[in-house]
């Protein structure tokens, strides 16, 4: 009995080596085809997902001398998604989400180099989204900006030196307008030229100085230059001359949604 028991213990023993090596088999095997159909996915996306043109695209320096088409020179990218796109410029990150840009140019390298486009609507500076898509002007060159502002953050030079801005305008109005600014709605101040129009007003965050087009049938809009708050560069806004008392709002709004995308 007792040799039978001992065998009987041998045999349930094997059994039992049998079927772990039968299931520590089947782990592997499982394993083993999860990492294939992982890489295989990922080989996918990394081979034929399509690469964000916002991303990758032909500087405007070189489509310049190429002499690229007029639309060409025009063209942006927009887009629905809200990943984050980080952009170093001047002493900052900004980390801005995909949504609200249609044109980056990094391609210098140089943090004060970089050039970058947001497109947004007013009055409460809203992105693209699928619902507002319609209302974003494909070109606002050609028809207008409608609720549209086109910001504009580009380096390549120093930031604005309001003094000497001030000191220009003037000299301008005085030699190519109607000779002195004087004083309109809301506390801004005009000076009327023959093409366009030229504004001041002071305010808490500095001097407001721009600049509106006059009314035709194509284009009436306005263009502010601004300090982007990174130490460095030009901030240009656009939009459509119907908001020009507004021009004091849409540019603080717009430099506090600009510094709300910078890194802490």
């Known amino acids: 009995m007792a040799e039978f028991g001992r ?3 041998y045999t349930t023993s094997i059994s039992s080596g049998a079927e772990t090596s039968d299931w520590t088999k089947w782990v ?25 043109p916002l991303l990758k695209h032909e500087p405007f320096e070189e ?10 020179l025009r063209q942006n990218y927009p887009s629905l998604d809200t ?30 180099e970089t050039r970058f486009e947001i497109y947004v609507l007013l009055p409460n500076l809203e992105p693209r ?3 507002n ?10 028809g207008g900006y409608g609720d549209q502002v086109v910001a504009t953050i580009r380096g390549g030079q120093e930031e604005l030196n309001w003094s000497e801005r001030r000191l220009l305008w003037n000299r301008w109005c005085e030699e190519k307008g109607s000779g002195a600014f004087r004083t309109v709605e809301s506390g801004y101040q005009l000076c009327e030229a023959a093409n366009s129009d030229l504004y001041l007003k002071d305010t808490p965050e500095g001097p407001l100085i721009f600049v509106c087009r006059k009314v035709t049938d194509k284009r009436s809009d306005c263009t502010i230059a601004d300090r982007t708050g990174a130490q460095w560069g030009v901030l240009t806004l ?3 001359r119907k908001y020009v ?16 995308f910078a890194e802490e």
């Open 133 to 142: 898509a319609d209302r974003f002007v494909k070109s606002p060159f050609d």
């Open 238 to 240: 656009d939009f459509n």
């Open 28 to 52: 592997v095997r499982l394993v083993v085809a999860i990492a294939l159909i992982a890489g295989s996915f990922l080989s996918y996306k990394m081979l034929y997902q399509p690469v964000d």
């Open 63 to 72: 489509k310049l001398q190429r002499r690229a088409s007029v639309e060409e």
């Open 129 to 131: 989204t699928a619902n």
């Open 7 to 9: 065998r009987q213990d």
């Open 83 to 112: 990943t984050t796109i980080p952009i170093a410029f001047g002493d900052k990150i900004y980390k801005i989400p995909r949504n609200y840009l249609v044109d980056l140019n990094r391609s210098s390298g140089d943090p004060k």
């Open 245 to 260: 008392y507004q021009a004091d709002e849409i540019r603080k709004r717009f430099r506090s949604l600009l510094d709300s």
